[in-house]
């Protein structure tokens, strides 16, 4: 499966890991293989954390892990294989915009799958790196939440833990960049991050915005002021012509940036659960 991992087979590279397409030997099945870069202690870390995290998760908008092997200093992942790539691909690079629908039943498979880690397994799993280039899509552009090098168990019965704060800059909650405690409401609000990405079409560092000192966040709040959650009818949504061009749902547009803007709240106590942010 790994002997013929040619330049042609790359499919990307992160901070600890090169990713290749390849094939089961018996089936010919395609798949992603992540061959960890030699020499780094951290990606040996993070390889354990995925093997144990998602040996332990079952969910249909979860990237699944086929199977790992390591001999010496080599060590290899194996995943299904997501012919369509990442939503980040689709989002900010050289792509055409993806269908309202498509977009719409993404951010609803996202919110799945966080709300499986935090609720539908035996252990409350936070993620800690949920972004749109962790947000994976196969050939029917279904969403897999996959990249769990970083993921932790927590225990539901007690508070915040204290951990290095890792993740993407711009995903990450303010006080989980403060303090380093990765909780649910930190992951809550990665998860409306990327919903404002979706409905603005925009990374959440888009280069424009952090020429003038914003980033997405920020910028929704600017443009559309701080929406009632009691009262939908009282937030009025001033939509750029851009979406104006496409063939999208309103009112689905709007309940999405209501939520992404709650689930951002910067204090963590206001932001709504996964259930709430769900069900608005």
Same mark, same amino acid.
């Given at each position: 499966?790994?002997?013929?991992?040619?330049?042609?087979?790359?499919?990307?590279?992160?901070?600890?890991?090169?990713?290749?397409?390849?094939?089961?030997?018996?089936?010919?099945?395609?798949?992603?293989?992540?061959?960890?870069?030699?020499?780094?202690?951290?990606?040996?870390?993070?390889?354990?954390?995925?093997?144990?995290?998602?040996?332990?998760?079952?969910?249909?908008?979860?990237?699944?892990?086929?199977?790992?092997?390591?001999?010496?200093?080599?060590?290899?992942?194996?995943?299904?294989?997501?012919?369509?790539?990442?939503?980040?691909?689709?989002?900010?690079?050289?792509?055409?915009?993806?269908?309202?629908?498509?977009?719409?039943?993404?951010?609803?498979?996202?919110?799945?799958?966080?709300?499986?880690?935090?609720?539908?397994?035996?252990?409350?799993?936070?993620?800690? +790196?949920?972004? =749109?280039?962790?947000?994976? #899509?196969? *050939?029917?552009?279904?969403? %897999?939440?996959?990249?769990?090098?970083?993921? !932790?168990?927590?225990?539901?019965?007690?508070?915040?833990?204290?951990?290095?704060?890792?993740?993407?800059?711009?995903?990450?909650?303010?006080?989980?960049?403060?303090?380093?405690?990765?909780?649910?409401?930190? +992951?809550?609000? =990665?998860?409306?991050?990327? #919903?404002? *990405?979706?409905?603005?079409? %925009?990374?959440?560092?888009?280069?424009?915005? !952090?020429?003038?000192?914003?980033?997405?966040?920020?910028?929704?709040?600017?443009?559309?002021?701080?929406?009632?959650?009691?009262?939908?009818?009282?937030?009025?949504?001033?939509?750029?012509?851009?979406?104006?061009?496409?063939?999208?749902?309103?009112?689905?547009?709007?309940?999405?940036?209501?939520?992404?803007?709650?689930?951002?709240?910067?204090?963590?106590?206001?932001?709504?659960?996964?259930?709430?942010?769900?069900?608005?």
């Amino acid at each position: 499966m790994t002997s013929d991992l040619a330049p042609a087979r790359f499919r990307g590279e992160g901070s600890f890991g090169i990713v290749y397409e390849g094939n089961m030997e018996v089936t010919g099945a395609r798949v992603a293989v992540k061959i960890l870069k030699s020499g780094s202690d951290r990606g040996i870390k993070e390889y354990i954390a995925e093997v144990k995290s998602l040996s332990q998760l079952r969910h249909r908008n979860l990237v699944a892990l086929i199977g790992c092997c390591h001999k010496k200093d080599k060590f290899a992942l194996v995943y299904e294989f997501m012919s369509q790539g990442s939503l980040g691909d689709h989002l900010f690079k050289d792509r055409p915009l993806l269908p309202w629908e498509k977009r719409y039943n993404i951010a609803l498979g996202l919110g799945s799958a966080v709300h499986y880690l935090q609720k539908g397994g035996n252990q409350c799993m936070i993620h800690r +790196d949920i972004k =749109s280039n962790n947000i994976m #899509l196969n *050939e029917n552009f279904e969403a %897999k939440l996959g990249d769990f090098g970083t993921a !932790r168990p927590v225990d539901r019965t007690r508070g915040p833990e204290a951990t290095e704060a890792v993740g993407t800059i711009g995903y990450m909650a303010p006080e989980y960049v403060q303090t380093g405690e990765a909780s649910k409401e930190s +992951d809550v609000f =990665s998860f409306g991050v990327v #919903l404002l *990405e979706i409905v603005c079409w %925009k990374c959440v560092l888009d280069s424009e915005l !952090r020429g003038r000192g914003l980033n997405l966040v920020q910028w929704v709040w600017e443009h559309y002021g701080s929406p009632s959650l009691a009262g939908r009818g009282q937030f009025s949504l001033r939509w750029r012509k851009k979406f104006l061009e496409v063939d999208f749902d309103k009112k689905q547009a709007e309940a999405l940036l209501i939520v992404g803007l709650w689930c951002t709240h910067p204090i963590a106590a206001s932001r709504p659960t996964i259930e709430e942010a769900l069900t608005f």
